[in-house]
């Protein structure tokens, strides 16, 4: 009987084309603000590494000026990134910041380019499940002797080697020759929760490098630096001494046994470097998992949810709407009713038939709902375009899709329960006289 | 077949009763024709409402089939409507989107039938009516007279075991309402139970047994056919 209803659906539509067209309009315009900021929201709010989002900790640690009220930093300063590193607290830990330089293609067609690196240590890779095209990352050994490897991104890959197998081959980087050890495949977590200091929805790296390598070659850092304390002296040893925070550091900690151990170990750490006249601020140190670190550094703006709040006034509006015209469409067949009734339908088959009928006005709602929203976001994108550096996430995908649809077509079936009960309730002898 | 005993309906609204049948009693043999006559207002189609099971009464008792139907649910009764009755219309009742062959299905559909066997069954009935050519035709392709023979083809698809008739002829020509009546009487000779609402004394005379009624009661209950339009011409 589904196809039958189905079919009897799209004929009901040729027979009232302009009242069942403003249904599908009212349900598609509804779902598609509503899908766009949902969208925006998914994408922006989600979760970016959901398997084990719990595990992986930001670390922050108060070294902030006492005379102010301000939050504690973001980041870590250089000591204390190295202090925990070297106490190998965690099950895996990485530092890492962004660096620039300038590559050296092989090809002598192409000319030098600079391009946006990334410092982390070995755990890196494997802390956040970086998938890989080829080759792997470094281990440990390549940090603490500073071997010169690297690992490529894939769009770095595919401008030096035409997205080549390049393990083995060498990269001139700042004119120092670089061991190709991995490749990534595409890789972009949104939100970049590794570090959200430096643009959430920036796209990833280029290309990584042991972390030691930013000191010992002094290359060029990029990214937030706060100091709010003179550097006192010049060079990169008294940088590298102040209390200038531009570090990222997460640790993972695969047990609640652990993440308390780790913390009471910060806790220790800062009780004695308060010893030695630091960390002049109340005891503040904090792990923040990735769901957590995002809500407090207030990734999903407040804007987002405001919007939110308007799309569902747009879609409940809408839905109304449509109720107003179910009601319309339904009641005006009340003779086919009575006739189908005489005829062996029940009331109970009456009221599948409507909600399939509803059901296909809503998925034709949803189509449309899709279909707008795809130009709806391609206006987000303009708009956002200057806020946020890379905007190719902002897009419908699978999980999207299936939502809208999923929703268009719930919605519009519950926004026509009440046309379906009145048409189903009919007294059907009162219609087949009169018709 | 039919058997109902001091059947009374009474319609209510806030200021007005209205008593559209009061102790109607009416027995129906099974092949009988029969004819129901009277003025309108009477209270003919809502016995044909209550008799296919359309509308409740509000006292008495009706048996159909020997099956007391007072306490049916609503599955029950549609699903009696559809195996044992088979209605026909003043207006036809044809759904307009759909063509002959979809219209006939409809009671076959509500059955659970299987498609093979619905379409041996919707050609067979098409056929007897003379239309199985056209079957493909929409309602409105076709004159009054067709569409009639379309609405009986639906009702006779099923095998019902009586058909209700509601002013059969109503819309239709004399000619063509002498032709929609010999398929009746064809179909009456067949072994199915009629009963037909008419304003029609010519058409009533056809029948075997005519119930006139007036004012939701019998008014003769033996009135012979024969006397029909002596009835008819004495104004109301």
Same mark, same amino acid.
């Given at each position: 009987m589904l196809f039958y209803y189905l079919r009897l659906s799209a004929l009901s539509y040729r027979r009232n084309p302009v009242l069942s067209t403003l249904m599908v309009l009212a349900v598609g315009i509804g779902i598609s603000a509503y899908m766009i900021v949902y969208t925006l929201n998914y994408t922006m709010?989600?979760?970016?590494?959901?398997?084990k989002s719990d595990q992986l900790f930001h670390v922050q640690l108060?070294?902030?000026?006492?005379?102010t009220d301000t939050d504690a930093p973001d980041q870590l300063t250089y000591l204390d990134a190295m202090a925990l590193l070297r106490a190998d607290r965690g099950y895996r830990e990485t530092a890492s910041s962004k660096f620039s330089s300038i590559v050296e293609p092989q090809n002598p067609e192409l000319r030098p380019f600079t391009f946006i690196g990334r410092g982390v240590y070995a755990d890196f890779f494997s802390m956040f499940d970086v998938p890989f095209q080829y080759g792997r990352g470094w281990d440990e050994s390549a940090d603490a002797d500073l071997q010169q490897v690297v690992v490529l991104s894939r769009v770095l890959n595919e401008r030096l080697?035409?997205?080549?197998?390049?393990?083995g081959e060498n990269v001139s980087i700042a004119g120092d020759s670089w061991r190709v050890i991995g490749v990534l495949q595409e890789w972009n977590p949104v939100?970049?929760?590794?570090?959200?200091?430096?643009?959430?929805?920036d796209n990833g790296e280029e290309l990584y490098i042991p972390w030691p390598h930013l000191v010992a070659r002094e290359l060029p850092r990029s990214g937030n630096t706060n100091c709010?304390?003179?550097?006192?002296?010049?060079g990169i040893e008294a940088f590298l001494n102040s209390e200038c925070v531009w570090l990222q550091y997460w640790v993972e900690l695969p047990d609640r046994d652990s993440q308390i151990e780790y913390l009471q170990f910060l806790d220790n750490y800062v009780a004695e470097q308060k010893t030695f006249g630091?960390?002049?601020?109340?005891?503040n140190n904090a792990l923040y998992d990735v769901n957590e670190w995002l809500v407090k550094e207030e990734v999903v703006p407040d804007e987002t949810r405001i919007l939110s709040m308007l799309a569902i006034m747009l879609l409940a509006v809408c839905l109304l709407n449509t109720i107003g015209l179910l009601l319309a469409k339904f009641l005006g067949k009340s003779a086919e009713l009575g006739v189908r009734q005489a005829l062996g339908a029940h009331k109970g088959s009456l009221f599948v038939q409507h909600v399939i009928e509803a059901g296909f006005i809503g998925l034709l709602g949803g189509l449309l709902g899709l279909l707008l929203a795809s130009y709806g976001l391609e206006g987000v994108k303009l708009l956002l375009g200057n806020q946020l550096?890379?905007?190719?996430?902002i897009q419908l995908n699978v999980p999207v899709v299936i939502t809208t649809m999923v929703l268009a077509v719930v919605a519009t079936i519950i926004a026509g329960l009440y046309p379906i009960w009145r048409a189903c309730t009919i007294n059907p002898a009162l219609h087949l006289k009169a018709q | 077949m039919l058997d109902m005993q001091n059947v009374s309906k009474v319609f209510r609204t806030e200021l007005v009763e209205t008593?559209?049948?009061?102790d109607f009693s009416l027995k129906v043999d099974e092949g009988e024709f029969v004819t129901i006559t009277g003025?309108?207002?009477?209270g003919k189609t809502t016995f044909l409402n209550i008799a296919g099971l359309l509308e409740n009464y509000s006292s008495g008792a009706y048996r159909l089939d020997a099956k007391d139907?007072?306490?049916?649910?609503d599955f029950q009764r549609a699903r009696l409507r559809n195996e044992k009755i088979g209605f026909i219309f003043q207006s036809f009742n044809?759904?307009?989107?759909? $063509?002959l062959f979809d219209n006939v299905d409809v009671p076959l559909r509500y059955r659970g039938m299987k498609s093979a066997e619905r379409r041996k069954r919707i050609d067979a009935a098409l056929d007897a009516v003379g239309l199985l050519s056209r079957k493909?035709?929409?309602?409105?392709?076709?004159s009054g007279g067709q569409q009639q023979r379309v609405a009986i083809a639906r009702a006779l698809v099923g095998e019902p075991r009586f058909l209700l008739a509601d002013?059969?002829?109503? $819309?239709?020509?004399s000619n063509t309402a002498m032709g929609v009546m010999e398929l009746l009487q064809e179909i009456n000779g067949q072994g199915t139970t009629i009963i037909m609402v008419t304003h029609d004394p010519e058409l009533a005379q056809a029948s075997e047994r005519n119930i006139h009624i007036l004012d939701g009661r019998i008014?003769?209950?033996?009135?012979?056919?024969?006397?029909l339009q002596t009835k008819a011409a004495i104004p109301a």
């Open positions: 709010g989600g979760d970016p590494i959901p398997h108060d070294s902030g000026n006492p005379n080697f035409g997205g080549a197998n390049s393990v939100p970049k929760f590794y570090d959200v200091n430096n643009g959430p929805f709010w304390k003179s550097i006192g002296g010049t630091r960390f002049e601020r109340p005891m550096m890379i905007t190719d996430w | 008593h559209a049948l009061r003025p309108s207002g009477c139907v007072s306490d049916l649910s044809l759904m307009p989107d759909l $063509n493909k035709h929409l309602p409105a392709q076709l002013e059969p002829t109503g $819309n239709l020509d008014s003769d209950p033996e009135t012979p056919v024969t006397q």
